[in-house]
């Protein structure tokens, strides 16, 4: 029998940009998958669910019941907690997705690079990538052995023991975990306050709730599946993959590309992003010009006077070196005869 595969996201108004990428992305380079595309949704207009369709039979999915109440509950004992709540719980109510084999869940803010088969054809029964305190403790074992100080690392989502974290946007789950049981469990855990008080005010949500329910249950991969530009030296040096590895590029952090950041701006605040923009400012324009033939004419036209013109000239400070070098050489052969 062929195995049934879904591709799992959570979206709204807000990030709908982001899952249209998403989802052309992973079309794009999984040409193979035949599976179900399902995005649970809070709230959604007509307009985007249309938007979304375009490229794929996609399922959309309301919250439950049960985790808005429980949501409503936790709001209203402890209010201060961020106003995007309700939305970032929704990744729970992938445990109550019963028909299949494997389910791989993305978040929005992110794009595929490659083809991730080996994913859902993975033996394990919870595959994930390690978070930013996985990553520290990984660092803490390399600075030992150097003159660097060791970060100061808080407890994983207020639990001590918890060295071996996950990065709740990209996770691949098993039919094992995909029951009734799991999601009441993983649900209840929205109900203990004390966890909300010890570290949820911190501003992680489902990602805490998985780390606890899953604990010692996950196995780890390595960057290349949730690539964040937010924590790049910490994949580039403890995993030694770069952007060319990655299969999954993830737009964690505040900085989420389709704001419309002026490239002098990002490259003050925060430099190293400007090629992770670029590359999914690419994934966009032939997401939605793609077919537009006035656009590929615009881009044709734009690339050949760069060739003609300013492809062929040194920049003005390598020719400064060129000449300052040619001089140098000059003087030595002179010297030399």
């Known amino acids: 029998m062929k195995k049934t595969y879904c591709l799992a996201t959570v979206t709204c108004d807000n990030f709908v940009l982001g899952t249209e990428v998403l989802i052309y992305s992973f079309l794009k380079y999984n040409a193979w998958f035949a599976g ?53 719980l929704l990744s729970l109510e ?34 994930a990538a390690p978070d930013g305190f996985a990553y520290e403790h990984r660092a803490n074992k390399l600075l030992a052995h150097t003159q660097s100080p060791l970060l100061a690392i808080p407890k994983s989502y207020g639990q001590s023991e918890l060295t071996d974290s996950f990065n709740s946007g990209f996770m691949a789950v098993s039919k094992v975990y995909l029951t009734g049981e799991h999601y009441q469990g993983i649900v209840r855990l929205i109900d203990d306050f ?21 604990k010692n249950k996950v196995q780890l991969t390595d960057g290349r599946y949730n690539f964040m530009p937010f924590i790049e030296q910490y994949i580039h040096q403890l995993d030694k993959v770069t952007l060319l590895d ?16 002026d490239d002098t701006e990002i490259l003050e605040l925060a430099p190293h992003y400007l090629k992770y ?43 400064a070196l060129t000449s300052e070098y040619a001089e140098q050489s000059a003087v030595k052969l002179v010297n030399q005869s």
């Not at 803010?109 to 080996?118: P, R």
């Not at 909300?196 to 329910?213: A, C, E, H, S, V």
């Not at 990655?246 to 950041?261: D, R």
């Not at 590359?279 to 036209?301: K, N, V």
Request: proline share 3%.
């Open 194 to 214: 004390s966890l909300w008080r010890n570290f949820g005010l911190k501003g992680f949500t489902d990602q805490m709730l998985f780390n606890i329910y899953f």
């Open 277 to 319: 923009l670029h590359l999914w400012r690419d994934i966009w324009d032939e997401c939605t010009l793609g077919s537009d033939t006035q656009f590929a004419a615009s881009r044709i036209t734009q690339q050949y006077h760069w060739t003609e013109n300013a492809g062929a000239t040194l920049p003005s400070s390598i020719q």
């Open 36 to 88: 179900d595309i399902v995005i649970f949704i809070d709230h959604l207009s007509s307009e985007n669910k249309a938007r979304l369709s375009a490229h794929y039979p996609v399922k959309f999915i309301n919250r439950s019941e049960q985790i808005e109440q429980a949501t409503n509950r936790l709001r209203k004992h402890l209010p201060q907690l961020r106003a995007d709540l309700h939305l970032r």
């Open 246 to 261: 990655a299969k999954f590029l993830h737009f964690a952090g505040v900085i989420k590309p389709w704001f419309n950041y």
């Open 94 to 127: 992938i445990l109550r997705l019963r028909d299949y084999e494997k389910l791989v869940f993305l978040d929005s803010d992110g794009m595929c690079c490659g083809d991730i088969k080996e994913v859902f054809e993975h033996p394990s029964d919870f595959l």
